[in-house]
């Protein structure tokens, strides 16, 4: 139910939000307040209720696909938190674009709701193709946001922002029609066995569609292009949403859609290692040079969120819950950022860096908030933002320390150029009038509340880490009876379901071992083609001689169990796919 | 002995009208005129249809009958969108001349 | 009586900081803000609360030490720490004298920022600096000293920064947390390493120290390649047990890294001078007395680890004599009078990296402890002159105020001799004993022995110029601003008497040659196993001799500032304070290298923006025109009249017929 609402009620909010009036953003925006923290208050309810999913109702069926199209949802601590992150952000939104969009308020609020709803649609689907579906549907109210309340530039940035990422999601779409035209549903079990069944080139096919996607939408270099223009165009409060939550569709989805589901490819996923560690210094590189603050901090969080896919595919032990705390504190610090530097725009009518200046003194209360949340951004340890740092660090480092040592050197420029950002805007002489609305207490606490979270956080990561549970065995029943419950498939579901009750008590480590299993475990025999690919690759990884021969001994005994009692239905399912 | 209604007539018919409609809708500068050609050959569709299903049984001839109250249901739809946007266009182009039309040329 | 938690030592600062920053926040938006005594109080009661339970815990601790687990701080797959706290004798002198001094400072300050706009401001910086310095030093793993590290910095960066409507307070502030960045990476890679050769569980101390012992019984191969085992592990990834130990001195390396910044040593020194920017107090408490002896606190605590890997050992005795001499020298050319203390405490701070290097943490830590009595009394001192000169810092444009501000005077005269080595100051003591634990140490002993000492000559020369151009000789200043000069109020005055009665008295806590030896003997619990672990020269030199030599350097320095300065007409100074020609050169070289790394990175971030992010653009923009061309090829398909097209359909749809009539199908 609590996650019907949060994909749908936003939309039936965006709806009824139409019946307020125009002209009257005061009214207009009580309403809107009041929905947002009734789905914040949802949000946290979800985080708290752990992990759940929703009845599969079959939707439409796709012409060429094998099943149907379901509307299925499933809530799992990732998705959860980035809900929550959308939900909050929204909130604090709709609350500094009071006085930054006074006219039309009303429809800037339908616009807030209907991207908040598109972005929970997208981090709860267990549908691949939903996701797909709310992937794309995101775009659309953000652009028309971008397009409608914008600065200067705002055509332009608005035209960039839907082509760009809709024609990078556009390959994705094809290769996702003819992975559901091979699997049996869209669910995830189904396509990690459809892709097992495939050659390699076209999983590696298939695999660069759906990275290039995720890429544009992250964004990753060379795939930024769109990013610094729109959110610099868009308006602060939406920026502060692209930034904090839905660019962490782009993570999410490489976290949830694509390492579980395909076989690990060591090469490509080292490429975007590299590539990750590229966009963090790239991005550290541009912030330093930029000269109107929000593209200072577009391409700030471009380094953050080039740090965290660099993150992930370390496909170290602790890569899930580092980059999960990173993803969760460059969500709360950049959306304040954004927040704020709207707020300073507002006052001043600038966001160049040299016409700014001064406004500690103008307006202290402002200026320390400005600053306290500039600290948060440069993760001071005891922040969240150190706590997902350091431990990004510590899954690069797994990788051999030249990831680490770069990984490092972007975390010394984001000092030089956030520094570099405070002494522009608060410090110095003041170099330009505050005329507009100053920041209201409204504002002020909430923001202020978001940086007290990154310090709770900080101090206390557990709060983000527990409620990481990403396929529990329940989930993964329930996606069995998706996938046609093949005989085979049900043997490989016990074997998922089995794992996590095996470590009690553990919660995050009998995830990844789940997470490792569905990219290790749900395969086709293992020939000795893939020994040697798998003995070649530990090898560069640097596992020794003898722990290689162990391994592999090891995982033979296993496959020869497998293929023992996968026999039959194996042979049942050839016959049943003639 | 009444005379049978013979199906070809209904289809000659159906054809003329279509052609005057056709006609009239590329001969006519007008954009009203242009409208009502199209409306015009929509309806003379609708009489073929009408025509064909006459010559089957009649469980089977109700097919052709609905579908052509359809097809007046969309049309008059079509219609109301068609006529608001001409007078739209006439409002901000004060010209009813559709060789004056050519946006879509880019 | 039961032990009070650990916990409150940090948490008296953190309540002070909170509160004082709510009322700092609070009064911002009024014109008078809040009353200055009630603030002042606060800021005291705090640091004072703290300083109290210090004292109550010293009494009552245990041989072994206090440790408590407080509960899980970061608990990740690979990745286990705990928030805890050890209180042993280092960490119980450290946070004796880092609580002492800072309450002193704290009074000082009430009546240094007297009239302030910022006063709630600066004091709730102070107690945040204290609750971080605190944190720093009684964490009980790396990681939460890292916490203390971090935030030490921050604070040193806000109060460098106070007055920010100066950008050039600004800017030395930037630099400050930007050079301290590049140490505390250092750090955090030291950690890293730490974790993946033994697992997040070593970075706490005790475990850490077992796990250093376990392989230093282990034995290990001597002398194996540093560089060749470093690079092997860079490009596979991998750490075979006999690769351990040249790991470790990568780590260890890589925390001396992160004691350079904080520590201000060669290469990362360039911020302390112009960390001066800061109010007078903060350079007492942060850059001379406190923050910048964390570097030498943490080789300490770590020298576990650092007695097994001499390499490094070497590179820090190294890098501490050079800084030593070079910043000695640079104190020499400046006219600044906070500039001067300034490279002093660069200076002294070599000295002790100098003995830690050479394995002798217990005297280099006890160099901090008198090094933080003198050097704060020294900085009160030039600030209650600076006060009392209504901001002037250049010190030929003082003289004679030996007979206008008496007191202040006699405090800075007093820590004077502590600094220059006189006998029985606390100054003789500590720095005596580095220079004979480094002649001690080994055949590169008496080398590092003559430069300690020529350093120590120069100290007492650059010093003796300080004390003469500011107290002796007659006044340079303008006629106006002499009739205003007055003696310090009362709030700044008692806490830098205390610190004069420590600057004279502390060393007597280990008189070597007196065979007093309560200090040494304190601390050996914690340092004392390490410092057994390498040889020394067994060869027993006569304490006097050291003695001796020590007391002739300081009184030949003191005779050639004398002699140079006492009597000599010094022209009116005009224009800058800083140094020109070939003494910026050699003050500013670290700065010029520093210079040339930024240099670079704005290169880089140049060529990044102008050229890699244009052909990102281009390529861009070639797709976008290769759709547009496509797209205008095809919409000239599109004729001009609406008529024309329905035809042009209605023919086309004729052409199909009539093919599909005469051919029976296309297909």
């Known amino acids: ?377 440069l993760a001071i340890p005891g922040t969240a933002g150190f706590v997902g740092e350091f431990t990004v660090l510590l899954s690069l480092w797994d990788m051999g320390p030249l990831p680490a040592l770069v990984a490092g050197l972007c975390i010394i420029l984001s000092a030089a150029y956030m520094l570099r950002f405070v002494q522009k805007v608060i410090f110095g002489e003041q170099k330009c009038e505050v005329t507009g609305t100053r920041m209201t207490a409204l504002e002020g606490s909430s923001i202020g509340i978001m940086g007290v979270l990154l310090l709770v956080f900080g101090m206390h990561p557990a709060f983000i880490t527990n409620a990481l549970h990403l396929f529990d065995d329940q989930a993964i029943e329930a996606m069995a009876k998706l996938t046609n419950a093949l005989p085979a498939t049900a043997d490989e579901v016990d074997e998922n379901g089995a794992a996590p009750s095996s470590i009690p008590g553990v919660d995050a480590e009998a995830d990844e071992n789940v997470a490792d299993d569905n990219v290790a475990d749900v395969a086709v025999p293992m020939t000795e083609e893939d020994f040697r690919q798998l003995d070649s690759n530990l090898a560069a990884n640097g596992f020794s001689e003898e722990e290689r021969a162990n391994l592999i001994a090891q995982l033979k005994a296993m496959e020869a169990e497998d293929s023992a009692e996968a026999a039959a239905p194996a042979a049942a399912e050839e016959g049943g796919n003639k | 002995m009444e005379m049978e209604l013979q199906a070809m007539y209904v289809q000659i018919l159906a054809l003329v009208i279509f052609a005057i409609g056709i006609i009239v809708a590329v001969s006519r500068r007008n954009v009203f005129f242009v409208l009502m050609g199209v409306e015009l050959a929509l309806n003379a569709v609708n009489l073929s249809f009408v025509g064909f299903a006459k010559t089957l049984p009649a469980d089977l001839s109700i097919a052709g009958q609905i579908v052509p109250l359809f097809t007046i249901a969309v049309a008059a739809a079509e219609a109301c969108v068609g006529l608001a946007m001409v007078i739209m266009i006439f409002r901000n182009r004060e010209s009813v001349d559709s060789n004056d039309f050519s946006n879509l040329k880019g | 009586m039961t032990n009070l938690p650990l916990w409150f030592i940090p948490l008296f600062p953190l309540i002070g900081c909170i509160v004082l920053g709510a009322i700092a926040l609070i009064s911002s938006g009024s014109k008078k803000g809040p009353s200055e005594g009630f603030v002042g109080a606060l800021s005291v009661l705090f640091p004072a609360l703290a300083f109290a339970s210090v004292v109550l815990l010293s009494f009552n601790m245990p041989e072994g030490g206090i440790r408590a687990t407080l509960c899980n701080w970061i608990d990740i797959p690979m990745f286990k720490v705990d928030i805890g706290f050890l209180f042993d004798a280092l960490s119980r002198i450290m946070l004796l004298f880092v609580t002492g001094i800072g309450t002193l400072i704290a009074i000082y300050s009430i009546g240094y920022m007297h009239g302030d706009r910022g006063f709630a401001r600066f004091f709730a910086y102070i107690n945040l600096f204290l609750f971080s310095m605190i944190v720093l030093v009684l964490s009980d793993s790396l990681l939460l000293t890292f916490l203390g590290w971090e935030g030490v910095g921050l604070c040193s960066y806000l109060l460098i920064g106070f007055w920010n409507h100066d950008i050039n307070n600004c800017k030395a502030a930037n630099k400050a947390f930007i050079v301290n960045r590049v140490g505390d990476i250092g750090f955090l890679l030291g950690m890293l390493i730490l974790c993946v050769v033994g697992g997040s569980t070593i970075l706490n101390y005790d475990a850490l120290t077992s796990f250093i012992s376990s392989i230093a019984a282990g034995g290990y191969a001597e002398g194996a390649d540093v560089v060749k085992a470093f690079f092997n592990a860079l490009f596979t990834g991998t750490f075979t047990p006999d690769i351990v130990v040249p790991i470790l001195s990568i780590a260890g390396l890589c925390f001396f890294i992160g004691c350079t910044g904080k520590s201000a040593q060669i290469p990362l020194l360039t911020w302390l001078p112009d960390a001066m920017a800061g109010p007078t107090p903060v350079s007492a408490l942060i850059h001379a007395a406190t923050m910048v002896t964390s570097g030498v606190y943490l080789l300490a605590r770590l020298s576990t680890m650092f007695v097994q890997i001499p390499v490094i050992l070497d590179v820090i005795t190294w890098v501490g004599l050079l800084t030593a001499f070079w910043a000695a020298v640079a104190g020499l050319f400046q006219n600044d009078i906070k500039k001067v203390l300034a490279y002093s405490t660069v200076s002294q701070l070599g000295y002790m990296f100098m003995a830690a290097g050479v394995a002798a943490f217990d005297s280099s830590i006890f160099h901090v402890f008198t090094h933080a009595f003198f050097k704060a009394a020294l900085f009160l001192g030039a600030g209650a002159v600076i006060h009392s000169l209504a901001g002037e810092q250049d010190m030929r444009k003082m003289g004679g105020l030996l007979k206008k501000t008496p007191v202040t005077a006699c405090v800075m005269i007093f820590a004077f001799l502590a600094i220059v080595g006189f ?245």
Request: glycine content about 10%.
């Open chain 1, 1 to 377: 139910m609590l996650l019907h609402l949060l994909v749908l009620a936003p939309f039936v909010a965006a709806i009824l939000m139409v019946a307020t009036s125009k002209e009257d953003p005061k009214s207009s925006s009580r309403l809107a307040f009041l929905f947002a923290i009734a789905f914040f208050g949802m949000s946290i309810a979800l985080i708290a209720g752990g992990n759940q999913s929703t009845e599969a109702i079959e939707w439409f069926r796709i012409p060429g696909a094998k099943g149907p199209v379901y509307y299925y949802l499933y809530s799992h601590g990732l998705g959860a938190w980035m809900v929550l992150l959308s939900t909050g952000l929204s909130l604090v939104a709709l609350i500094t674009a009071r006085n930054t969009t006074c006219k039309n308020y009303r429809n800037f609020a339908i616009g807030i709701f209907a991207l908040m709803g598109a972005m929970n649609g997208t981090f709860l689907a267990a549908d691949a193709v939903l996701f797909f579906f709310f992937f794309e549907a995101m775009v659309i109210p953000a652009a028309v946001l971008i397009a409608g309340f914008g600065g200067k530039d705002r055509a332009k940035a608005a035209m960039t922002f839907a082509i760009y990422t809709l024609v990078g999601s556009a390959p994705m779409m094809v290769a996702l029609w003819y992975l559901i035209s091979q699997a049996d549903s869209g669910v995830l079990l189904s396509l990690v066995i459809a892709l097992q069944n495939m050659p390699e080139g076209v999983q590696t096919a298939i695999l660069v569609c759906f990275l290039l996607a995720f890429m544009v939408k992250t964004p990753i270099f060379p795939f930024h292009g769109w990013q610094a223009i729109s959110y610099s165009e868009a308006p602060a409060p939406l920026s502060a949403i692209l930034t904090g939550a839905m660019s962490k569709a782009g993570v999410f989805g490489f976290i949830a859609w694509i390492i579980p589901i395909f076989p690990v490819n060591v090469s490509v996923y080292n490429t975007l290692m590299w590539l990750g560690l590229l966009t963090a210094l790239y991005g550290a590189l541009m912030a330093l040079r930029a000269t109107d603050a929000k593209k200072l901090l577009a391409f700030s969080s471009m380094g953050h969120l080039g740090l965290a896919v660099a993150g992930v595919f370390s496909l170290s032990e602790a890569m899930l819950p580092a980059v999960l705390v990173l993803l969760v504190a460059h969500g709360i610090s950049a959306g304040a950022q954004f927040l704020l530097m709207g707020i300073g725009e507002r006052m001043t009518g600038t966001r160049e860096l040299d016409k700014l200046g001064g406004l500690a003194r103008v307006t202290p209360v402002f200026g320390s908030l400005f600053g306290f949340v500039a600290i948060l951004a």
């Open chain 3, 423 to 667: 006998p029985g100051f606390a100054g003789f003591w500590s720095k005596d004993l580095i220079l004979e634990r480094l002649y001690m140490s080994g055949p590169m002993g008496p080398f590092f022995y003559v430069g300690g000492l020529l350093t120590a000559v120069i100290t007492a020369v650059y010093m003796g110029r300080l004390i003469v151009l500011t107290f002796f000789g007659s006044y340079r200043g303008s006629k106006e601003s002499e009739a205003h000069i007055h003696e310090a109020p009362a709030t700044m005055l008692i806490p830098m008497v205390v610190l004069a009665f420590g600057a004279v008295f502390a060393g007597w806590l280990w008189a070597d040659s007196m065979g007093i030896k309560y200090f040494e003997e304190m601390l050996a619990p914690v340092v004392g196993a390490a410092q057994a672990v390498l040889p020394h020269n067994a060869a027993h030199v006569n304490p006097m001799v050291f003695a001796g030599l020590g007391t002739l350097a300081a009184l030949f320095g003191m005779g050639i500032a004398w002699a140079k300065w006492g009597k000599a007409r010094i022209p009116a100074a005009k224009g800058s304070s800083a140094p020109q020609g070939k003494m910026a050169t050699w003050t500013f070289f670290w700065d010029y290298v520093h210079g040339v790394v930024v240099t670079v990175v704005d290169a880089i971030a140049w060529f990044v923006d102008n050229f890699v992010d244009k052909i990102v653009q281009f390529a861009q923009w070639l797709v976008a025109s290769i759709a547009e061309i496509l797209g205008d090829g095809v919409a000239s398909f599109q004729v001009r009249k609406v008529r024309l097209q329905i035809a042009l359909s209605l023919a086309g749809v004729v052409a199909l017929v009539i093919v599909v009539l005469l051919t029976g199908g296309l297909i």
